[in-house]
């Protein structure tokens, strides 16, 4: 990644020399390449199920899904993009919106995707998943005409489902017991599901 | 060719202007993308019920979609390397297989995946889950289909041996098109 074309790969010379053919049976090669990651992504999860429940199992659908997206990614950056012999600045400001989207990530993830914490609980959020998975069993079982007419998420889950602030409502006697049986005090308080 | 802009002979950065400027907009949609991916993954991390919504999604169109897509950036990598050769009519050739790719893309999804989901009442409105789907693969189809219209210019342009750089430049948007999707694919359809 020094100066450009800083890339030993086929591609550096761009094609101005006789090398057509090789250059885009070179571009084949790395379309094959991906297919085969594609397939083996597709495959992960179906593997995954003969695998004893667990983390390892847990660890082999991420990596197939998401790694195999990263090293996909990479190829196409690297290959057909020809990140490597544009000049640094360009890496660098690629960068920097990578690393923009990652802050933004870490800011706001922590709230949203999390229900619970050292002495905070969000009830409305656990309340909301509960209704729509058990509104999703009903759905399944019952084949598939049921429960549209939920706009229903905008009904029930609509007040804050996971919103921030938290830390507010978490008041409300979890200041020690946290998430388990907590539950049910906000039961008699429907207005938990407040901001 | 009395009208060409200046600036796309002009470069103080050692990178073409027009080349430059597709980097620029390519970081800007890294924004937007990664703004609505991270967001769907903070979401889906700890709600369980997205799960039970996205085992409707169907892997097989994915996958298919995903082949299709990747096609079409060898296509479009090919019309780049013949256009460095100087060779506009098979760049525009290659060029318009990429626009092919483009619209069996947008063909699958508006014809046959969205149609079957919202006829088993999977609208944008169902849930959660679904409005990022809808939005997340929306927001992409729409880069297709700018991608495609964008590309007949050039395919045009290319085949009168005319402004033969701007093949690597629509190449580089459509690579990343290609790029989103590599990521859209395990969140929407494998990730169950």
Known sequence: ?195 | MGFRPIATTRSATGVPTGKLAVWWLLASEVVIFGGVLMSYLMHRINHVDWTYEAAHTDVRIGTFNTLVLLTSSLTAVIAHHYAEKGDGVKASNYLLLTIGGAVTFASIKFGIEWPTEIAHGFTITSSPFWSFYYVAAGVHAAHVIVGAIIMGFVAYDARQGRDLHRVENVGLYWHFVDLVWIFLFPLLYIAK
């Open chain 1, 1 to 195: 990644m020094s100066e450009a074309t800083a890339s030993p790969e086929a591609h550096g010379d761009h094609g101005h020399g006789d090398h057509g053919d090789d250059h885009i049976q070179h571009y084949v090669k790395i379309w094959a390449i991906l297919c085969v990651l594609l397939f083996v992504s597709v495959a992960g999860p179906e593997v995954a199920e003969f695998m004893p429940e667990g983390n390892l199992r847990f660890a082999f659908v991420l990596f197939t899904a998401f790694g195999i997206a990263c090293v996909k990614a990479g190829m196409v950056i690297h290959y057909f993009m020809h990140l490597t012999s544009e000049p640094r600045f360009v890496h660098y400001f690629l960068i920097t919106s990578v690393v923009f989207m990652g802050l933004f990530f870490a800011g706001s993830a922590v709230d949203i995707s999390n229900h619970s914490g050292r002495n905070w609980v969000n009830y409305s959020a656990e309340e909301a998943i509960a209704r729509n998975v058990e509104r999703a069993k009903i759905r399944d079982a019952g084949g598939h005409g049921a429960g549209h007419d939920d706009a229903g998420h905008g009904g029930d889950a609509g007040h804050g489902h996971d919103d921030a602030g938290h830390g507010d409502d978490a008041g409300h006697g979890a200041d020690a017991g946290h998430g388990d049986d907590a539950g049910h005090e906000t039961e008699k308080a429907p207005d938990g599901e407040h901001h």
